[in-house]
Structures are given as C-alpha cells and as structure tokens.
C-alpha cells in the first residue's frame, strides 16, 4: 500500500528544502519526493524537519553485551590485542538465544541513534566447541530474528575465518567458534539470500588478511565470481597488523589487497585507519569504500584514519558502530571530526570551503549519505527515487535544536545535541519509533537484561 507524506523541511540533494511531498510506494520504496509543494489533504504531515537515516555499515552483534565492561587496566599495558582476548571469553559462552537477545536490544538502540540498516559482520558461528550446530546457521538466524523483531533492516556478511595471524596454520584454541573456509561462507550467504526474509539480505567478508591465506581469498573470489553483493573487510586497523604483513608480504595491507587481490566497488574496507598516500590513491582507483568507526577505534585505541585524505580523494566512505560502545551516527560523525581536530590542532577539518562545502557536518552526512548504499548491498540511500523510504524526524524541541536557526539545524544536531534528538524512525515508509518508543521496548529490554546476568552473574 503507498503511503504520502508532507514535510515543511527536508533534507534532500544536500540541503535543506521546504513543503517537500514523499510519496512511499507498495513495495517501501521512494516513488516521489517533490520539494515545494502544497499539501494535499490526503498526506500525512511529519512532525518535525525530515533526514536521511543511515546505514551502520559495521556490526558485531555479540560485543554489546560487554560494552562498558572492559574499562579497567589492573597491570601493565592494555590495547587492542588484550582487549580482544577479553571479547573471546565472552564469544565461547553465547548461545544462539542469548545472542538474539543481545541483537535485539543493540538493534532497537541502532534504530534510537539513526542507523535503519546494519551490517553485521558475522563471525560468531559454532557452538562452544567449535562443532557445528545442527542447523549450521543457528547464530545467523538469531541475529535475523533480532533485526525482524525490532524493524530494523540487516546485511549478514558471514565471515571467513581460518588463521590466527600471518604464517600460522590455523586458529588459536579461543577461535574455534569461528572456523569457515570459502565454501562455508558462500554457502551460508546463498542460504540467507535465499530464505525470503523482508528487510534480511547477504554478502560475504574476510575477516583480515592476517586471517585468510591468498588461497582462502582466492576462492571465495572464485565463488562470488561475477555476483553484485557486498564484500567487507578488516584492513590496517593496528600498527601491528601492518608490521606483519610487511613481514610476511613486503607490503601493507592495503597496497597488498590492491595489487594481489584487485578490490572493486563491491569491497569495502573497514577500518582503513593506518594509510599512506599511495594507499589512498589505490583505493579510489578501484571503487572501493572506507568504512570507518571511530567510537571504537578510540575505545580501543587504534588511532586516527586520514580523513581529508580519504575525503580529498572521493573514495566513499560510511560509518561502523562495530563493537557497539557507541550507537548512535551523530556521535560517530563528531568523535571523527573532533579526533582530526585534536590530531591536527585544527577545526572544521573536514569542511571544504574550496569546493563549495564550508560546512562540516553536511559534508560528512552527506559523504556517508551517499557512501551507505553499497556497504549494504544497495544501489541507492537516502531521500530519491528508488530507494527504500527510510527517513528520521529531528525533534525541535530537544535542547540542541532548540531555538536553532533551521539552516543550521544539521550542524547543531552533530555538534550541539546531547540526548536523543530523533522524534521518530521510519523504515521501507512505516513508524519503528514513535516519540522514541518502540511496542517491544519492554520485552527486548528484560531479555536482555536476563542474558546479560547469565553471562556476568547477578548482583
């Protein structure tokens, strides 16, 4: 069924437009958006200024559930690598329920911070042992069921997985919950293609390449051959990763990938944090994204990606929530801006006033506006015809927008907003927020409070 809507402000082409009319089709799709309209009487009128939503282009499900609780350093030095043996302890006890139980409440929260589609970057596949389940893809569905239970719309990625590290002959002892090979991956992809779920969808991902040999790459390249899905990546997110590979390769990361595995616009690169300026230079020539996620990439110290390079550059870019210690977009966009700022002793790094974009935050919406679309496996985002009709609406009355001018409102909303400042949520052109409530609120809520106790004790 079509559905009309009418907003005396939009955020469309890049800027803001009045008395715009959205028209939603039978399939959730946008079939019109027409700025400067009268309102007709069959339309309903949004409460507040209208936005793109975006996609969380980077997801791991699972890690919520220890958001906030790796914040302590009893001796020595912490840093990536003890963080991460940390998130194993937690990745050998999940069963498939407690998992659901997690996605559904991080997915609810996802949908609270803007994102109306995630991609999940799935690792998480066998029982405790390492044997398979008896339905190979229990972790998969429950993660699904999560994304249906909430409204939310998700891209499984499962993940190959198959070393430990550069030269090693297998997984550690605390990975083998995540063993794949070529074949496992692109069979549980086809599998969820396959199943018809609305709003569920598939590509395929790597899990680095200090993970997968050139034959495990190889391979899955061989299966996914010519097929128009998303492939994802972790790639340069630590100094210790590209030591190795110029061990093991001669070369880092991304100039390894470029010239060993020829990258197009179906690969996406999350992380991309420790670049050169050839390496930029690769990677726009091969279409192929940044996703970057800098809530985490700080929690863990990581450090600081090249944004004006990247940006300079046109590569497209998106943004990750990834280990979910922040779920919100507008708080990702302010830590990348404000980590340039204090790394560069600069503000407003990322305007470009040279190219007719003197304002921060709508570049960076902007670029992740349009950068969205392809980590998910779409050929359009945000507020034009064809694709899914997905939108937010700003709550004026919230404390950051109070009173702002409407043609800052964006960068108010970025820089000046604390608390929740979305009214409501739409996703494929139906409510999933309300006044910032959703119908399950409350018992996503309790199962995920019951899961988290199981997992750490009660107090």
Known sequence: MSRLYFARQAWVGGGWQRDVLLRVDGRGHWAEILPGQLKPVAAEELPGPVIPSLV???????????????????????DFW?????????????NPAQLQAIAAQLYLELLRGGYTQVCEFHYLQ?????????DELAMSWALADAAEQV?????????????????????REDQRRFATDAAWVW??????QAAGRPLVSAGVALHSLRAANTEDIRALQALVGDADLPIHIHISEQQQELRDCLAATGQRPMQWLCNEFKPDARWHLVHATHSTPAEIAQVAASGASAVICPGTEGNLGDGLCDLSGWLDAGVPISMGSDSHVTRAWVEELRWLEY????????????????RGEPATAARLFEACVRGSAAPAGFKQWGLEPGARADFLVLDTR?????????????????????GEALREVYVAGE????????????????AFEASMKELWGKD
């Open 56 to 78: 969380d282009a980077h997801s791991h499900a699972f890690q919520r559930a220890m958001a906030g609780l790796a914040e302590r350093r009893e001796a020595g030095e912490d």
């Open 82 to 94: 003890s963080w991460r043996d940390r998130m194993y302890g937690l990745a050998l006890q999940l």
């Open 126 to 134: 066998h029982q405790p042992d390492g044997s398979p389940y008896a």
């Open 151 to 171: 409204g939310l719309g998700l891209t499984l990625l499962p993940v190959l997985y198959a070393r430990s590290g550069f030269g090693k002959p297998g997984l």
């Open 187 to 192: 069979r549980a992809s086809q599998r969820v």
């Open 339 to 354: 980590g340039q700022r204090l790394g560069l002793q600069q503000r407003n790094v990322a305007a470009a006033p040279g």
């Open 398 to 418: 919230c404390s950051g927008l109070l009173g702002v001018p409407a043609a800052a409102r964006l960068d108010a909303l970025v820089f000046a907003s604390q």
């Open 431 to 446: 409510c999933r927020l309300r006044e910032g409530q959703h119908p399950a609120q409350a018992g996503v809520a309790a």
